[in-house]
């Protein structure tokens, strides 16, 4: 239905496109993954100045055409978190989660715990030290939650025994016991524990763990997110 619409969204990518026009890839709070183009926005006098570049979250007025483009007619900005652009891993961090956005979240629907959590995560980028491992994957693991592809973690994936949890098997998508291994890995009990509290946590309180587990858990969401959403994740860190 063509008109305009207001939303906050986050810019998961911006290309240039044309003479002096953008491309967005948008992650809305309104309608979930959207695309968008700002014309004239790469004009030394546009009145969008420098608001339409990766992880600037804004206040946006949409008009929706036919096309499936729609086009940004205004902009204010929530959040530019200069502190994150000054800083080159939280601007990989950054640019990694977004990433896992664009793969995992293509749907125009809104999804706010996605959304919320997405914003969560650039805050904490923006702030100290926030750029490790550990909050990486646990970001991974409630987006994967927020796009209802979380691993099971609590019993066998398969048999539901809730003793002798040894493994994990992507293809069964999630924590498996011995008897049900066949196609899984052997993962710690570290990394089991890792995962668990990382969903019940907070993002900012992301569990500390060895840098053993910290893997285990990474190919443990890495491979429920392949066999169950078909999308590969680029390394986490
Ligand atoms: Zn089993």
């Known amino acids: 239905m063509p008109g305009s619409f207001k939303t906050e969204a986050v810019v998961l990518r911006s290309i240039r496109f044309g003479e002096a026009d953008r491309v967005l890839h948008l992650y809305t ?4 993954r959207i695309g968008a183009i700002a014309k004239g926005s790469r004009k030394p006098r546009s009145r969008f100045g420098g608001r339409l570049e990766p992880f600037f979250r804004l206040d946006m007025v949409l008009h929706e055409g036919r096309g499936d483009l729609s086009t940004v007619t205004g902009v204010h900005t929530v959040n530019a978190y200069a502190s994150l652009r000054a800083s080159g891993p939280a601007l ?3 640019a990694r989660g ?3 956005v664009l793969r995992l979240l293509d749907s125009p629907e809104p999804n706010p715990a996605a ?10 980028l923006d702030g100290e030290d926030a750029a490790g491992l550990r909050t990486a994957l646990a970001f991974r693991l409630k987006l994967a939650l ?5 691993p099971e973690l609590n019993a066998c994936a398969r048999c539901g025994e809730a003793d002798g949890l040894t493994a994990f098997s992507g293809a069964a998508g999630g924590v498996v016991c011995g008897a049900c291994q066949r196609d899984g890995f052997e993962i710690s009990a570290e990394a089991h524990r890792f995962m668990l509290d990382a969903l019940g946590r907070p993002l900012a309180e992301a569990p500390a763990a060895d840098d053993r587990a910290l ?10 997110l392949e066999h169950h959403a078909h999308v590969h994740l680029r390394a986490a860190a």
């Open 98 to 100: 977004c990433d896992a």
């Open 146 to 150: 927020a796009a209802g592809f979380a």
């Open 92 to 94: 990989g961090a950054a």
């Open 29 to 32: 709070a309104a309608r979930g």
């Open 215 to 224: 893997r285990l858990a990474e190919r443990a969401i890495t491979t429920t």
């Open 115 to 124: 959304y919320n959590l997405l914003c969560r995560y650039l805050t904490l």
